[in-house]
């Protein structure tokens, strides 16, 4: 079964640090996104590509966050500098099409920020 | 007032019991609504969608939609300890922008189910 692939799984990394995050969808999904999970939360969306372009990053902080999507498949979430509030889970999903409901989630990236 | 609310728990059950989770969401053009399952420190599970008013079955799950009440659940029947995670009420709802629709999640119900 086709799954979403991220890297690494587990970041440990000091404040001011520059952190990267990858994530690789399941084979012919167009759709992209990147969200944040805060402990005792729920996922919430940084951003959303089609194929290479943003479509939103609307709750992206863009002073310290970016993410791009070069070549339509694979993806890369920047932070830099780490702050100690990013202490979080980074989720990406994918889904066939825009529009499409149905979103398959990576297994994560767990960040610890000293 | 938040777009998509949970009760955070935790709900306690005895093995096989029926598990209740409930979810409000804000937006009454909202046409699309999720279940996810997510065990600690996994990620979430899609277990399921509904999109028309009524009660959608699923092995042991059901979930049930009333769009006038802008409310959501899930049953669980015959809860397992396996059953026992964060359960995720996620919407299909319009962006603070206007400009794109986007999956929102509630914070969750933690459900223990006890052997």
């Known amino acids: 079964e086709a799954e979403v692939a991220q890297s690494p799984r587990y970041k440990i990394t000091e404040k001011s640090q520059a952190v990267a995050f990858w994530c690789d969808p399941i084979s012919g999904h167009a759709t992209l996104y990147w969200y944040r999970q805060i402990l005792g939360q729920g996922p919430e969306l940084l951003v959303q590509?089609?194929?290479?372009?943003?479509?939103?990053d609307s709750q992206l902080p863009k002073d310290r966050f970016s993410a791009e999507r070069l070549k339509g498949v694979d993806s890369t979430l920047k932070i830099q500098p780490a702050e100690l509030g990013d202490s979080a889970m980074y989720l990406c999903?994918?889904?066939?099409?825009?529009?499409?409901?149905?979103?398959?989630f990576g297994p994560g990236t767990r960040l610890t920020v000293l | 007032q938040k777009e998509v609310e949970q009760n955070s728990g935790p709900l306690s059950v005895p093995e096989g019991a029926i598990a209740s989770l409930n979810c409000t969401y804000s937006d009454r053009g909202s046409q699309s609504f999720f279940w996810y399952r997510q065990y600690s420190g996994k990620s979430p599970e899609l277990i399921m969608f509904?999109?028309?008013?009524g009660d959608k079955e699923d092995g042991r799950f059901t979930a049930q939609l009333n769009k006038a009440s802008q409310y959501v659940s899930l049953l669980i029947r015959d809860s397992q300890p396996s059953d026992s995670a964060t359960y995720l009420c996620?919407?299909?709802?319009?962006?603070?922008?206007?400009?794109?629709?986007?999956?929102?999640f509630g914070k969750g119900t933690l459900l223990t189910v006890n052997p």
């Open positions: 509904i999109y028309s008013n």
């Open positions: 590509f089609q194929d290479e372009s943003v479509v939103d």
């Open positions: 996620a919407v299909i709802l319009l962006n603070s922008g206007g400009s794109n629709y986007k999956l929102t």
């Open positions: 999903a994918s889904t066939l099409e825009l529009g499409a409901d149905t979103q398959y």
